[in-house]
Nanobody, 117 residues
Framework: EVQLVESGGGLVQPGGSLRVSCAAS????????MSWVRQAPGKGLEWVSA????????LYAVPVKGRFIVSRDNGKNMLYLQMNGLKPEDTAVYYC??????????WGQGTQVTVSS
C-alpha cells in the first residue's frame, strides 16, 4: 500500500524558516518524481515544487523560487521542502504527491504551515 506521510508543519513568524518532510512507503521511491503542492485557506491547489527520481531537475513555482529548496533522500525514502524567508502568503496545507507520467496518483494527508506574527 502506497503511503505518503507529511510532517514538520507549524507556526512560524514572517521571515522564518521551516522544513517539511514526506515519508514514502509502499513503492520504489527512487523510481518516481515527487512534487509539493499547497492549498491556502479558501483557495485551490497550487503546485510548489518538483524533483526527479534521481534528486535533480528541481523546479519551483515563481512565488517560492529562491526561497524554497526541494530535496530527497532515496536511501531513506524521504522528500523534503526547506522553506526560507517565509511570508504570510505561504500559509497553506502542504502536500507531497507522487508523480506518475502526466499526473499525481498518490497524495499525503498534508501538513499545516502558518506564517504569522
Amino acid at each position: 500500500e502506497v503511503q505518503l506521510v507529511e510532517s514538520g508543519g507549524g507556526l512560524v513568524q514572517p521571515g522564518g524558516s521551516l522544513r517539511v518532510s514526506c515519508a514514502a512507503s509502499g513503492f520504489t521511491f527512487s523510481s518516481y518524481g515527487m512534487s509539493w503542492v499547497r492549498q491556502a485557506p479558501g483557495k485551490g491547489l497550487e503546485w510548489v515544487s518538483a524533483i526527479n527520481n534521481g534528486g535533480g531537475g528541481e523546479l519551483y513555482a515563481v512565488p517560492v523560487k529562491g526561497r524554497f529548496i526541494v530535496s530527497r533522500d532515496n536511501g531513506k525514502n524521504m522528500l523534503y521542502l526547506q522553506m526560507n524567508g517565509l511570508k504570510p502568503e505561504d500559509t497553506a496545507v502542504y502536500y507531497c504527491a507522487k508523480s506518475n507520467a502526466s499526473h499525481y496518483d498518490y497524495w499525503g494527508q498534508g501538513t499545516q504551515v502558518t506564517v504569522s506574527s
